[in-house]
T-cell receptor
Framework: GENVEQHPSTLSVQEGDSAVIKCTYSDSASNYFPWYKQELGKRPQLIIDIRSNVGEKKDQRIAVTLNKTAKHFSLHITETQPEDSAVYFCAPGDSNYQLIWGAGTKLIIKP | KAGVTQTPRYLIKTRGQQVTLSCSPISGHRSVSWYQQTPGQGLQFLFEYFSETQRNKGNFPGRFSGRQFSNSRSEMNVSTLELGDSALYLC????????????FGSGTRLTVV
């Protein structure tokens, strides 16, 4: 079955610096690539997603890049702020409408 | 617009009992998915319902079941509860499948004692 790995499992960055989280998947049929953010004690929220016919997508300080050949996609957060502290999940999806979730990356923003 | 509503928020049950959780999706959303979240296992997919039919199912035992009503509201049932069923159960709705982006509910925290 599909195998999804996120790296790193924990990331600590200085406020104002950039953060990058990488997600590697195994299923070549994956065609949908979302990132979800879950703050402590709250529900997961979709923050950005990309489809297989697009290589990059940006939304203000957040961007996602996709490399289908290498089967990985990454979340980029620039100018990090305290409210970016959360657990981030990648969850590549296939044409069967199923997402396979990564184990999560805990992002810590140091003041 | 109203979000995804899950009830109850918290539940304490005894081993061997059964429990029913409820999820009301965003108006117009026909797909409802259920997830189990635990600190050690992350988000585990239980099942997805679309137009009252189970469209996808995860790798959970038959003690976990669900259904969806004509108004898209969904219920999840767990029978013969085990201590390991203690978790946060999240419901998520979309227009038509996960590829449209989930909106999650706040979850039901189930504790089995």
């Amino acid at each position: 079955g599909e195998n999804v790995e996120q790296h790193p499992s924990t990331l600590s960055v200085q406020e104002g610096d950039s953060a990058v989280i990488k997600c590697t998947y195994s299923d070549s049929a994956s065609n949908y690539f979302p990132w979800y953010k879950q703050e402590l004690g709250k529900r997961p929220q979709l923050i950005i997603d990309i489809r297989s016919n697009v290589g990059e997508k940006k939304d203000q300080r957040i961007a996602v890049t996709l490399n289908k050949t290498a089967k990985h996609f990454s979340l980029h957060i620039t100018e990090t702020q305290p409210e970016d502290s959360a657990v981030y999940f990648c969850a590549p999806g296939d044409s069967n409408y199923q997402l396979i979730w990564g184990a999560g990356t805990k992002l810590i923003i140091k003041p | 617009k109203a979000g995804v509503t899950q009830t109850p928020r918290y539940l304490i049950k005894t081993r061997g009992q059964q429990v029913t959780l409820s999820c009301s999706p965003i108006s117009g959303h026909r797909s409802v998915s259920w997830y189990q979240q635990t600190p050690g296992q992350g988000l585990q997919f239980l099942f997805e319902y679309f137009s009252e039919t189970q469209r996808n199912k995860g790798n959970f035992p038959g003690r976990f079941s669900g259904r969806q009503f004509s108004n898209s509201r969904s219920e999840m049932n767990v029978s013969t509860l085990e201590l390991g069923d203690s978790a946060l159960y999240l419901c998520a709705s979309t227009l038509d499948g996960a590829n449209y982006g989930y909106t999650f509910g706040s979850g039901t925290r189930l504790t089995v004692v």
